[in-house]
């Protein structure tokens, strides 16, 4: 009797399943129909019908006709009311095929607005629009009706749900959400659904196609597509399955993404969105996400894959290469509406000559002259934004209705100029959007290079390394030991999930040193999921002492930023960056840069990659004009190989055998140009040489006694930071007295050995 009890809700949840299914089918045909792209085209609600299988077929064809008459207006809505309701005959009649429904209703979509132009109701832009949205709609149809027939065959889903989820994005961005982004919403819950998961591929599809969508949908929303992918695809690869490390990446790419949002109410609603989307992840149930494909076995799931790591690296960075490119694609494709001055002319003829009774003689008879006098009136317009009567030029003379030509004139110039700043906008925005996933494939590319340099195992110290473990009751899920493509001794071990005091650390790095025969640093720890994995590598040759003083311009704002530290791949890096003039403003940029380039670096960026993302961030962060220089020294403290990057910087004082030089760099500040060129160079470092970064404010005499003065330093044996103090002290005693003071900072590295 328990039993079916216990099955009685079941089989009642059963019997409404089909009218449930029947229901979504009409929920997402409206959805489908509100959604809008590229300013105004709504082809999604036509494409679901053409696609769509019979069994669902009229229950979406119901949603599609509701969702257009509810939220478009009332002549777009019957327009496309037509056009829907023709493939839906189309679909009736010719059971099973797609092409007669689709030219049926891209036939009917083009003959309606072709009788609108015929009318006067709708001028050239609105048919070029119109086949346009017959073409998206044909494409996107086909698609839906290739994957939906591979599907009812037994193939997979992935595709049929992509193409939907892409166009239910751009449909719930037309749904009033009191400042909220629903597209956003969805779009931060399902990626972190997946990223939990493990599905790196699937997650960066998912992503990467949503942030199209939401940027087709709205141009302004290229920032908070962008944002998503990062924090998801982050928390996919390094931290799934733990869903507070997957909320607190998702957080950490939200913030950032912040950076680029063009308006302050943008950013708001973004944070609001994504903290919702973060909100639904967290209720999800557990067992609602252990029924996604995925890891089933952490500890087996998490042993080092590194060629598969690699690859979808690789394949993550050709998907935002692809993406940049498409992007550039599709912009230099789109039809160009409203482009040169005609487009004035041609509204002042539709507005106004088109009801006139002399149109005839204007437009045909005088039609040069009237040419010639909209171009003698453009310089009135471009000087003082519209046209009084008596500054019509003489070609109108015989015009009967002058002071509606002056007012229709001035009103088409002043759209004409309004069409023009936001088309200069968009191509801001679509330039860093580009920049930005190029910068990010560079990245990838570059850490998976990084990943996949091969390492010639040793098999004795391999086995030894083990024993070790073994020994301490932490039996190895895998064990490698061995010497990369530079002959430098790396080793790591992968054991069941444990938490190591830095005192355990410490033991187990001395043990570790004496059966290697190499000495070591206290290895890295990674924790993920059910694995820890402890990286151990051998002691670098130098060591890095540093040296810093600032002396800003005015009281409690320095316009220099400056970093120094070490990552854990063997690199010291000296970084400082200026922001462009003095005070609060030069502050903040010049922070803003040194902190982001730093923490790039920490993570594995490249010096070229960590420029252009600084690059984007100071573009996109505000209105204003934003610029800073970039000077960093990087040196490999197993070779003592440094490489120089320069980005409008001054030039880098180098010491090397008690001569001191002064090394040149001509490049912009970062911030500037859409794209950033700085200038590399390398140098070979020994035991006891320098390298000396100044601002600008340390050169108003030059760099000649800088140079002179490093050397007695170098000679008295001054430690780094002494020699920074008394540098930065002289250059702002011979600054007194200047017009126009300069913030003034000095880093210096000095490279000291640390194995005899």
Avoid at 654 to 676: H, M, N
Avoid at 683 to 697: I, R
């Amino acid at each position: 009797m328990g039993e079916k009890l216990r099955l009685l809700p079941l089989r009642r949840l059963a019997s409404w399943e089909p009218g449930l299914q029947q229901l979504g089918a009409g929920a997402l045909g409206a959805l489908m129909a509100a959604g809008s792209v590229f300013g105004g085209l709504h082809p999604f609600g036509m494409a679901l019908l053409m696609g769509a299988g019979p069994a669902r077929l009229w229950a979406a064809g119901a949603g599609v006709l509701a969702g257009y008459l509810a939220f478009l207006p009332l002549a777009d809505g019957l327009r496309y009311l037509a056009a829907a309701a023709v493939v839906l005959a189309g679909k009736a009649l010719f059971r099973g095929q797609f092409w007669p429904a689709a030219a049926g209703g891209c036939a009917t979509l083009l003959a309606v607005q072709m009788m609108l132009a015929v009318s006067g109701l709708a001028g050239p832009a609105q048919a070029v629009a119109a086949v346009g949205d017959a073409t998206l709609a044909a494409a996107w149809g086909w698609g839906l009706f290739r994957v939906g027939a591979r599907a009812r065959r037994g193939g997979p889903l992935g595709a049929e749900s992509l193409l939907l989820c892409c166009a239910g994005l751009c449909g719930l961005q037309q749904l009033p959400a009191m400042g909220l982004l629903p597209g956003v919403v969805v779009l931060a819950a399902g990626g972190l659904a997946l990223a939990f998961r493990g599905r790196l591929r699937d997650c960066a599809i998912f992503c990467l196609c949503g942030a199209g969508a939401l940027a087709a949908a709205d141009p302004a929303l290229c920032f908070a597509g962008l944002a998503v992918a990062v924090g998801c695809l982050a928390a996919a690869y390094f931290t799934p399955g733990e869903r507070l490390g997957c909320a607190t990446l998702f957080l950490v790419g939200g913030l950032l993404g912040v950076l680029a949002a063009p308006q302050s109410s943008l950013a708001v609603g973004f944070l609001g969105s994504a903290a919702l989307g973060e909100a639904a992840f967290f209720v999800l149930p557990a067992r609602l996400l252990a029924a996604l494909p995925g890891q089933t076995d952490p500890a087996a799931a998490q042993r080092p894959r590194v060629a598969g790591a690699v690859s979808q690296l690789e394949s993550v960075a050709n998907a935002l290469t692809g993406i940049a490119d498409t992007v550039n694609q599709v912009y230099e494709t789109l039809p160009r509406r409203g482009e040169s001055y005609n487009w004035v002319v041609d509204y002042v003829a539709e507005e106004l000559c088109r009801t006139c009774g002399s149109r005839e003689r204007c437009w045909v008879q005088d039609y040069s002259t009237t040419m010639d006098g909209f171009y003698r009136l453009k310089p009135i317009l471009e000087q003082q934004g519209r046209a009084a009567l008596e500054q019509l030029p003489g070609q109108f003379c015989r015009c009967i209705h002058p002071t509606e030509l002056c007012s229709c004139s001035s009103r088409g110039y002043a759209l004409y100029r309004g069409r023009r700043e936001s088309r200069v906008k968009a191509g801001a925005m679509r330039a860093a959007l580009t920049e930005q996933y190029s910068a990010m494939a560079q990245a990838l590319s570059q850490m998976a290079g990084q990943l996949g340099q091969s390492i010639v195992p040793d098999v004795g110290k391999t086995e030894q390394l083990g024993r070790l473990f073994s020994s301490i009751g932490l039996e190895p899920l895998e064990c490698q030991a061995g010497f990369d493509a530079a002959g430098r001794l790396r080793a790591g071990v992968t054991v069941s999930r444990t938490p190591f005091s830095q005192q355990e650390l410490s033991e187990i790095t001395e043990e570790a040193q004496r059966i290697l025969h190499r000495p070591l640093t206290l290895p890295r720890v990674d924790h993920c999921r059910a694995v820890t994995t402890i990286t151990f590598s051998e002691q670098p040759l130098y060591f890095p002492r540093y040296g810093l003083a600032a002396r800003p311009a005015k009281a409690g704002a320095c316009g220099d930023a400056v970093e120094q530290f070490c990552d854990c791949f063997g690199n010291a890096h000296l970084l400082l960056c200026d922001g462009m003039g003095v005070g609060r403003p030069a502050a903040i940029d010049g922070t803003l840069a040194a902190t982001l380039a730093a923490r790039l670096l920490k993570a594995g960026f490249g010096a070229q990659s960590a420029a252009r993302l600084v690059n984007v961030a100071l573009a996109l962060k505000s209105d204003e004009e934003s610029a800073a220089t970039m000077d960093l020294v990087t040196v490999d403290l197993y070779s003592g190989r440094a490489s120089l990057f320069k980005a409008g910087a001054c030039p880098t004082l180098l010491l090397r055998g008690g001569k001191a030089q002064a090394l040149e760099g001509s490049s912009l500040p970062v911030g500037i140009l859409e794209q950033v060129v700085g200038q590399q160079d390398s140098v070979a470092l020994n035991e006891g040489d320098w390298v000396v970064l100044v601002s600008d404010g340390a050169l108003t005499d030059g760099s000649g006694w800088l140079c002179q003065q490093l050397e007695l330093c170098a000679a008295s044996g001054n430690t780094p930071q002494q020699t920074a103090e008394l540098l930065a002290d002289m250059a702002q005693k011979r600054a007194e007295g200047r017009s126009r003071p300069d913030d003034i900072s000095v880093a210096v590295l000095r490279l000291e050995r640390a194995v005899d």
